[in-house]
C-alpha cells in the first residue's frame, strides 16, 4: 500500500516538473525571439555551428565606446592637422585633397558624430559647413582638377549632409544640402540625363568620357529623390527620376535581366557585355533595393529590377571554392557568361543587401511575368522557382558573409585583402540547356545537386568555416605557403587592406537582421586588428600587406573610415539598434536616410503615380 501511494506521489511529481520544465522552456523561448535586434518581417534560421555568445552586455557597452574612442582619435588628428583639407596622411600629418578640397573627411563624418552624440565635434564642424563655397579647389590632385567628380561628391558631401539634417533636424545642413544638389544638376545635362563624370561647380561646364560607369550614373537616386522630399523642389525629384526611367527602360535580356558596367551617356542604353558585383557597378545595384525600401516599397519597378537582378547573380555568378567550399561573387561576361573567378573586398557589400532584402521583404518571383523574360532571365527563373527565394537570399548572405570574414581570419595581420582569386571546384558535366557552360561550380549547380538529393544536411556553402592562417615558417618558405595557400581556396591578387567597410557592413547587417551574436564577435575581431596594425598617433593607416605582422602601414586614411567603417562597427556593438532597418536606409557612404511615404500632394506635385496594389 505504502509502496502504492509512494509511487502514485513519485508520477505526480515527475508530471509536475515535466509540465513546469516545459513552460520554463516556452517562456526561454519567448523571451529569446522577443528580445534582441529590431527585424522585418521576422527572426530567420541561421546554421546551429554558429549560435551563441558569453560577451555580457556591459562588455558590449565598453566596446562600443573603444569604437567611439576611435573615432574621437582618428576624426581628432583629422581636425589638428587636416582641416579644412580633404583627408589626413596619418603618418606624416600632411594633408590631401583629392575630393574637391572641401573638406570630405568632415562632410563624411557628420552622422556619424550624431550617432555617437559627439556633440562638441558636430558643433565645431557646422560653421565649417557654412562657409564652404563649394567651388573646387585649384589644389585638387585628381586627374580633373576644378571638376567636381559628381559621384563621389553625391554619396560623401551630398549623403553626409542628407543624412545629418534628418537626424539632427539642424536647418543649415538642409540649406546646404540644398545650394550642392543645385550646384552638381548640370552633370545631368546629357542627352540620356545620366549624369556625367564631373561638373564644375563655379560655371556648370561637365566633363567626361560619353561612356557612363554605371556605379557612377546610377547611384544619386536615393540622395535626390529625399532632397526633393525635404526641400519640396521638383527639380531634384526629376533628376532621380530621369536616371530611374533610363534603367526602367533599358532592355538587358540578352545579359539575364542585369544591368553591365559601361554605358552611354548620348543613348541611355548598354555598350558592354560585363556583370559585375564589384567596381564600377556596385552601388546601382544596392539603389534598386534601396529606393524600394526608402519609398516605402512604394516603386514597384525598383523591386522588379532587384529581383531580375539579384536572380542572375544568384545563378551565374556565385561560385564554389574547392577548398573549404567558400561562396563568393565574381564578374562574368556575356554572352559566354565566362567567370574571371576574381573576388573583391568591395563586392562584399552584397551579402549585406542580401539579408537586408531578405529581412524586410517577402521575397518572391510573383513580381516578374514569365512571359516577359529572355531565355537567360527564363533560365534563372526555372531554377528558383523550386526554392523559398527568401530563404535562399538568406543562404546566399550568410555564405558570402563568413567568406568575407574568412579573408580577414585568414591573415596574419587580421586584415583582408583588396582583392583574390578564388580557386574553383570543378564544375557538374553539361546537363542539356542548363548545362554549366563556364569554369568552375556554379553555387546554384550545386544547390540543385543538394535539392534533388534530399537537402542533406547545410546548404553548399553555408555554414562555419575555420580560418587558415600561415605560421611563420610558411611566410617564409614558398614551398609551404603555395601547399597552405592551396588549403585556402584562393590566392592573393593585392594585398593591401584600404580600411574598407563592406566586410563590415555585412557583419552588422548580418548581426541585425538574425540576433546571432557571432557576428559580433567577428566584428571585434576585426577592429581589434584594426587598433593593432592601423593605428597611428594622429589617425589610421591603411595597410600595404596583409601578410604581414605589425603590417607596413601606407599614409592614407579615406574619410569612409569614419564615414562607415567605424559607423557600423559603433552600431553593431552599441546595446540600442540606434538606426533601425524599417525606418532608415543607407546610402551607399553608410548615411542613412529616413523611410517616407509620399503624401497625395507631394504625388500631385511631383507626377508620382499612385502606387499599384
Known amino acids: 500500500m505504502l509502496t502504492s501511494v509512494r ?52 562588455v558590449w557597452k565598453a566596446r562600443a565606446e573603444q569604437v567611439k574612442q576611435a573615432f574621437r582619435h582618428a576624426y581628432g588628428g583629422y581636425e589638428r592637422h587636416a582641416i579644412p583639407h580633404d583627408e589626413l596622411r596619418p603618418l606624416t600629418n600632411l594633408t590631401k585633397d583629392n575630393f574637391n578640397g572641401w573638406g570630405v573627411t568632415l562632410f563624411d563624418s557628420l552622422d556619424t558624430m550624431i550617432l555617437m552624440g559627439l556633440n562638441d565635434e558636430f558643433a565645431r564642424a557646422l560653421p565649417i ?33 542628407l543624412s545629418a539634417y534628418a537626424l539632427s533636424r539642424e536647418p543649415l545642413l538642409l540649406q546646404r544640402a540644398d545650394d550642392l544638389g543645385r550646384l552638381l544638376s548640370p552633370a545631368f545635362n546629357t542627352p540620356s540625363g545620366f549624369p556625367a563624370f564631373g561638373v564644375n561647380t563655379a560655371n556648370g561646364e561637365t566633363v567626361g568620357p560619353t561612356v557612363g560607369i554605371l556605379a557612377e550614373i546610377a547611384s544619386c537616386q536615393m540622395e535626390y529623390t529625399y532632397l526633393a522630399l525635404a526641400t519640396g523642389k521638383k527639380a531634384h525629384f526629376d533628376k532621380a527620376e530621369g536616371v530611374m526611367n533610363n534603367l526602367r527602360r533599358a532592355n538587358v535580356s540578352t545579359r539575364g ?85 576574381r573576388f573583391e573586398h568591395l563586392s562584399c557589400f552584397l551579402p549585406g543587401l542580401l539579408a537586408l532584402g531578405a529581412d524586410q521583404l517577402d521575397l518572391s518571383l510573383d513580381v516578374l511575368d514569365p512571359r516577359t523574360l529572355g531565355d537567360e532571365e527564363r533560365r534563372s527563373y526555372e531554377l528558383l522557382k523550386h526554392y523559398d527565394l527568401r530563404q535562399l537570399h538568406r543562404w546566399a548572405a550568410e555564405g558570402l558573409t563568413t567568406a568575407c570574414y574568412l579573408m580577414y581570419a585568414d591573415q596574419p595581420s587580421g ?98 537582421t538574425t540576433g546571432d551574436p557571432v557576428w559580433r564577435e567577428r566584428g571585434w575581431q576585426i577592429f581589434e586588428a584594426l587598433e ?30 569614419l564615414a562607415e ?21 543607407f546610402n551607399t557612404e553608410a548615411h542613412p536616410l529616413p523611410v517616407f511615404t509620399w503624401s497625395a500632394w507631394e504625388r500631385s506635385k511631383f507626377g508620382i503615380p499612385e502606387p499599384s496594389s
Open 565 to 585: 567603417t567605424l559607423k557600423y562597427l559603433y552600431l553593431m556593438f552599441h546595446e540600442r539598434d540606434l538606426v533601425p532597418l524599417d525606418r532608415w536606409v
Open 257 to 341: 535581366g542585369m544591368f553591365p558596367r559601361r554605358w552611354s551617356l548620348q543613348s541611355g542604353r548598354p555598350t558592354d557585355d560585363v556583370l559585375s558585383v564589384g567596381a564600377a557597378a556596385d552601388s546601382a545595384h544596392e539603389y534598386l533595393l534601396k529606393m524600394y525600401l526608402m519609398t516605402a516599397q512604394s516603386d514597384k519597378s525598383s523591386y522588379e529590377m532587384y529581383i531580375r537582378t539579384t536572380n542572375h547573380i544568384l545563378t551565374n555568378l556565385m561560385y564554389l571554392t574547392d577548398a573549404r567550399e567558400l561562396l563568393y561573387v565574381t564578374d562574368v561576361a556575356t554572352p559566354t557568361f565566362s567567370p574571371s573567378h
Open 129 to 161: 559647413v557654412e562657409q564652404a563655397d563649394f567651388i573646387p579647389s585649384p589644389h585638387v590632385t585628381n586627374s580633373h582638377r576644378g571638376y567636381a567628380p559628381f559621384f563621389e561628391t553625391v554619396i560623401r558631401y551630398l549623403g553626409g549632409l
Open 415 to 512: 586584415l583582408a585583402p583588396d582583392e583574390v582569386q578564388m580557386q574553383p571546384a570543378p564544375g557538374f558535366p553539361p546537363r542539356g540547356r542548363q548545362r554549366n557552360r563556364v569554369g568552375g561550380k556554379r553555387w546554384i549547380d550545386a544547390m540543385e545537386e543538394w535539392r534533388k538529393y534530399g537537402r542533406r544536411g547545410a546548404p553548399p556553402g553555408v555554414g562555419d568555416r575555420r580560418p587558415v592562417q600561415f605560421t611563420d615558417q610558411e611566410q617564409k618558405n614558398m614551398k609551404l605557403r603555395s601547399a597552405r595557400t592551396n588549403e585556402r581556396g584562393y590566392s592573393l591578387k593585392r594585398t593591401d587592406y584600404l580600411l574598407r567597410p563592406e566586410t563590415l557592413e555585412s557583419i552588422y547587417l548580418m548581426y541585425r
Open 532 to 561: 593593432r596594425e592601423c593605428k597611428t598617433p594622429s589617425g589610421y593607416a591603411s595597410i600595404e600587406n596583409v601578410l604581414r605582422s605589425p603590417a607596413p602601414q601606407a599614409d592614407d586614411m579615406p574619410s569612409y573610415f
Open 7 to 58: 509511487d502514485t506521489l513519485m508520477r505526480r511529481v515527475t508530471q509536475r516538473q515535466l509540465i513546469y520544465a516545459a513552460v520554463v522552456f516556452f517562456v526561454i523561448c519567448t523571451l529569446y525571439f522577443a528580445a534582441g535586434p529590431s527585424r522585418g518581417t521576422g527572426r530567420w534560421d541561421v546554421s546551429p555551428s554558429l549560435l551563441g555568445s558569453d560577451t555580457p552586455p556591459e
